[in-house]
């Protein structure tokens, strides 16, 4: 009896995933841990569809963040500079924000199940807002791919940069600090932004009602991912307008939060429309971009589910 209750406890202690954990009764869920490749895979996925389809109109409101222009003023001066910038700087947010997508939603599933684990007394809410935050912290890490795509997008350097990858070339006579510019700023606005999305998403797919057809489901969740993106986008949107501040400088002084913020309310005229400036593209361009996100990643999900549960071999 001995021997058999010590075999039980190393079959136990050999996969988390398979041990039914306790898990408070609340109106969200924890899942299980298992095939957790799929997650990082599918934002991945999710990602590089997104970029591809809406880089033009982030790059129109770049330049409203970066010179407090209107909607016309920006389209003339993409329209000045000629088609075949349009797509300048397209790589690096095509790395960063594969990258970037993979790691929320593959480190905040990773993060559930690890806290799952070591803090399984935490309640749902807890674990889903630690598990965000936690995520939100490791996407800072590609910093450098947000700081180049800057560099990539700003007029001024358009004779400066042959290409990307000449870009982070040149900052490294800067020194290694020089690619994390504005790094700050991005672990304050990732962090929370994940834990309105995430937490909200959950709570929208507990409440919408459930779709019957695959084209319901599609667009239930285009329209749930899009909500939240338009909201969560225009709400930090002022983090973004400083970043951009910190991040189109090349060499000298690195300015803090404060400070950038200051010089960005004297030039803007103390106005907060004019640090606002650009906010009603961006949240058409976040209701589309999270909106293809979303339905993108749950298409992708349950594809990529359906097929592991086919091929015979694949955990």
């Known amino acids: 009896m001995e021997e058999r ?6 079959a136990e202690q050999a996969s988390y995933s398979q041990v039914p954990l306790p898990v408070p009764q609340t109106g969200l869920l924890l899942p299980t841990g298992q095939h957790r490749d799929r997650e990082f895979i599918c934002g991945w996925g999710a990602a590089f569809i997104n970029i591809c389809i809406t880089f033009p109109i982030n790059k129109t409101i770049f330049r409203q963040q970066l010179h407090g222009v209107s909607i016309t003023q920006a389209l ?17 947010p095509l790395l960063q924000k594969t990258s970037s997508l993979s790691i929320m939603f593959g480190g ?23 598990a965000a935050m936690t995520a939100g912290t490791l996407e800072a890490v590609l910093n450098p791919f947000e700081r180049v795509q800057t560099l990539m997008q700003t007029a001024k350097y358009h004779n400066r940069f042959s290409n990307t990858l ?3 070339k040149h900052l490294r006579q800067y020194g290694l600090k020089e690619y994390y510019r504005g790094l700050s700023v991005i672990i ?47 709400v930090f949107y002022p983090l973004n307008v400083i970043k ?18 200051k010089r960005l309310w004297q ?19 976040s209701f589309l971009s999270w909106g293809i996100i979303n339905a993108s990643f749950e298409f992708l999900m349950e594809t990529l589910y359906n097929e592991r549960h086919q091929r015979p071999g694949i955990r």
């Open 5 to 10: 209750m010590t075999v039980d406890k190393n």
């Open 76 to 92: 003339q001066q993409l329209r000045s500079d000629g088609v075949q910038y349009l797509y300048r700087g397209l790589l690096p």
């Open 108 to 130: 905040y599933y990773m993060s559930q199940d690890f806290l799952q684990v070591r803090l399984p007394s935490l309640s749902v809410y807890v674990n889903h807002t630690i």
């Open 166 to 168: 000449d870009a982070f």
């Open 188 to 234: 304050l606005r990732n962090g929370p932004s994940n834990v309105a999305f995430f937490l909200g998403r959950e709570w929208l797919q507990k409440h919408v009602p459930k779709s019957n057809t695959g084209t319901e489901k599609m667009l239930k969740d285009f329209i749930c991912g899009a909500m939240l993106g338009m909201l969560i986008s225009s």
């Open 244 to 261: 951009t501040q910190m991040q189109c400088k090349l060499g000298g002084p690195f300015d803090g939060i404060w400070v950038t913020f």
């Open 267 to 285: 030039e803007r005229n103390g106005s907060v429309r004019g640090i606002f400036k650009g906010v009603h593209l961006n949240y058409m361009r």
